[in-house]
């Protein structure tokens, strides 16, 4: 449903009198995701096609990638605006050396109100197994491993690389074993490609009963490399449909207002999944997100051209209120619903064309 274009107003927070920033449309600044690196070690079709990001593809030098102490000053400003959760992507984050270190450093902020802030990371596994323990022991709260199908053939012509499965499956199990809670795995699914693993993912992470929650992702138009069709587009509806053909489900609310993934519950008692309908059930009405990318700019959605540079004001010697002023200036002027949208048009007529940032740069 559209949503009429506003002037932000003051809201307060519930338990202080504190002003909770808010954009034109109401919504608060809750969620900050980092890209920390814009390299990968897959090439996943949907993300980074091989025929873009080759060998010869230019990635950012080291000097125009932010440092953990830039980041983690950032960071700073963001949750003095009322981001209480952080998010580590890529690129893939592992990649970036000493990762760890970023993690504590970011472990170690709380809310004005006290609150420690939530560090989760998102990585596609392949470098998990030898990390998660010491990811934990930084401060890492929860993880996400990107994983779309369960046979190397499956895994191969998703992620063009010949990495195994087994790779990813043990670095989550070495995550398991670090003491991570409710690990989510993440399911990109794409029609004609790999929607024919969907129950075999599905039985798969039922049976570990480890508490793993696995994640189906309508296949998205981010960016402009991936080549996105609509009719390549396998709907939450489906999948849940799918899904419960086999293993019969029951709605379940949400942990938190503005999560995006809709979830539902094994009546077996099995367990849960998590859908997340960006295409077909658009949710921008409740997205908290802000994202930082690799190089520094603050992008307000996932789907937009472009985004404001923090790192030259930062670099530059701005104080905190100055960077903190950048960040709720552009803020409240958001108004981004891009989703919502595409879905108001037919099938997106005229959007899915429009020049958007690249998902490897700003994260999924």
């Given at each position: 449903m559209p949503h009429p274009?506003?002037?932000?107003?003051?809201?307060?927070?519930?338990?202080s009198n504190r002003e909770v920033l808010v954009d034109t449309l109401q919504r608060p600044l809750r969620d900050l995701r980092i890209s920390v690196t814009d390299r990968c070690n897959l090439r996943c079709t949907y993300c980074m096609p091989r025929e873009v990001f080759g060998k010869d593809h230019p990635f950012l030098?080291?000097?125009?990638l932010l440092s953990f102490e830039e980041i983690a000053r950032l960071a700073a400003s963001f949750v003095a605006l009322g981001v209480e959760k952080i998010?580590?992507?890529?690129?893939?984050?592992?990649?970036?050396?000493?990762?760890?270190?970023?993690?504590?450093?970011?472990?170690?902020?709380?809310?004005?109100?006290?609150?420690?802030?939530?560090?989760?990371?998102?990585?596609?596994?392949?470098?998990?197994?030898?990390?998660?323990?010491?990811?934990?022991?930084?401060?890492?709260?929860?993880?996400?491993?990107?994983?779309?199908?369960?046979?190397?053939?499956?895994?191969?012509?998703?992620s063009d690389t010949a990495v195994p499965v087994r790779t990813v499956l043990g670095g989550i199990e070495a995550a398991q074993r670090a003491g991570f809670d409710a690990i989510k795995v993440n399911m990109v699914v794409q029609r004609g490609v790999n929607d024919h693993e969907i129950i075999p993912m599905a039985a798969h992470f039922r049976a570990d009963n480890s508490?793993?929650?696995?994640?189906?992702?309508?296949?998205?138009?981010?960016?402009?490399?991936?080549?996105?069709?609509?009719?390549?587009?396998?709907?939450?509806?489906?999948?849940?449909?799918?899904?419960?053909?086999?293993?019969?489900?029951?709605?379940?609310?949400?942990?938190?207002g503005g999560e995006v993934a809709e979830r539902w519950a094994y009546q077996d008692g099995a367990g849960e999944i998590g859908v997340i309908a960006s295409i077909s059930r658009a949710f921008c009405h409740?997205?908290?997100?802000?994202?930082?990318?690799?190089?520094?700019?603050?992008?307000?959605?996932?789907?937009?051209?472009?985004?404001?540079?923090?790192?030259?004001?930062?670099?530059?010697g701005a104080s905190d209120t100055a960077l903190e002023e950048l960040i709720s200036s552009r803020w409240q002027q958001r108004r981004d619903?891009?989703?919502?949208?595409?879905?108001?048009?037919?099938?997106?007529?005229?959007?899915?064309?429009?020049?958007?940032?690249?998902?490897?740069?700003?994260?999924?």
């Open positions: 274009v506003s002037t932000p107003v003051q809201q307060h927070d519930g338990k030098p080291r000097a125009e998010r580590l992507t890529g690129g893939e984050p592992l990649l970036r050396r000493n990762v760890e270190q970023l993690v504590e450093a970011l472990a170690r902020l709380s809310t004005p109100s006290g609150k420690p802030v939530e560090v989760a990371m998102t990585t596609n596994g392949v470098l998990l197994a030898a990390k998660a323990q010491s990811l934990k022991d930084a401060g890492l709260a929860r993880l996400a491993v990107s994983l779309d199908g369960l046979s190397d053939e499956t895994f191969k012509r998703m508490g793993t929650i696995l994640r189906f992702i309508e296949y998205m138009d981010v960016g402009n490399t991936n080549g996105w069709c609509m009719d390549e587009v396998v709907t939450a509806a489906e999948i849940l449909q799918t899904i419960a053909a086999r293993y019969p489900l029951r709605p379940i609310e949400p942990n938190y409740s997205c908290t997100r802000a994202r930082l990318s690799t190089d520094g700019k603050l992008f307000t959605c996932l789907f937009a051209g472009s985004g404001l540079d923090l790192r030259a004001p930062l670099r530059a619903r891009y989703s919502e949208l595409r879905s108001a048009a037919t099938e997106g007529a005229g959007l899915a064309e429009a020049k958007k940032v690249e998902m490897s740069f700003i994260g999924g």
